[in-house]
T-cell receptor, first 114, second 113 residues
Framework: DAGVIQSPRHEVTEMGQEVTLRCKPISGHDYLFWYRQTMMRGLELLIYFNNNVPIDDSGMPEDRFSAKMPNASFSTLKIQPSEPRDSAVYFCASSWRGKNTEAFFGQGTRLTVV | DAKTTQPTSMDCAEGRAANLPCNHSTISGNEYVYWYRQIHSQGPQYIIHGLKNNETNEMASLIITEDRKSSTLILPHATLRDTAVYYC??????????????FGKGTKLSVIP
């Protein structure tokens, strides 16, 4: 298995533009997590899904952020409009609800908003 | 809330054992202790987890106190490649689908030649 796949790896965009980050979880996993990491705030949980249904989105910073999971093999995190303070590394992770198995993380998307 | 407390940073000599402590005094009986690490700017990587018994795998050992209020991750022979941020996390997966995987600040381990 190729693991959790995120795209793009790097994204540079101008303030006000729409940004879409993509994630393909490991096949068979039923949990998908989106995180944001900055030096100041560390690794923050934004939202997670179980069987494609959002369970907890309390970490989503504001209405400019939205996440979808249309099927078990794909999820998107969208920022519209983007702002410089959204610059961060965004990680996606997936897990299987077996007996407390581990989460597998993607390599992340480094977003820079100028 | 991460529900765990870890030292901000630690140093370890290469080849020696690295012992990373974690306090989780409010842990519930059905919550597991998980350890992850993050090397440079890669995604976090799972190391080991346990409920109440000590655990060992090819990467590390996990020692959990009898009252479950603290644990120690042991890297038996630290190498330079073990330099990373180590996260101790308390995890519970409910029958209703709740699975909070929340990270704290972690411990920055520096392995010194």
């Amino acid at each position: 298995d190729a693991g959790v796949i995120q795209s793009p790896r790097h994204e540079v965009t101008e303030m006000g533009q729409e940004v879409t980050l993509r994630c393909k979880p490991i096949s068979g996993h039923d949990y998908l997590f989106w995180y944001r990491q900055t030096m100041m705030r560390g690794l923050e949980l934004l939202i997670y899904f179980n069987n494609n249904v959002p369970i907890d989105d309390s970490g989503m910073p504001e209405d400019r952020f939205s996440a979808k999971m249309p099927n078990a093999s794909f999820s998107t995190l969208k920022i519209q409009p983007s702002e410089p303070r959204d610059s961060a590394v965004y990680f996606c992770a997936s897990s299987w609800r077996g007996k407390n198995t581990e989460a597998f993380f993607g390599q992340g998307t480094r977003l820079t908003v100028v | 809330d991460a529900k765990t407390t870890q030292p901000t940073s630690m140093d370890c000599a290469e080849g020696r054992a690295a012992n990373l402590p974690c306090n989780h005094s409010t842990i519930s009986g059905n919550e597991y202790v998980y350890w992850y690490r993050q090397i440079h700017s890669q995604g976090p990587q799972y190391i080991i987890h346990g409920l109440k018994n000590n655990e060992t795998n090819e990467m590390a050992s996990l020692i959990i106190t009898e009252d479950r209020k603290s644990s120690t991750l042991i890297l038996p022979h630290a190498t330079l490649r073990d330099t990373a941020v180590y996260y101790c996390i308390v995890v519970y997966v409910s029958g209703a689908g709740s699975y909070q995987l929340t990270f704290g600040k972690g411990t920055k381990l520096s392995v010194i030649p």
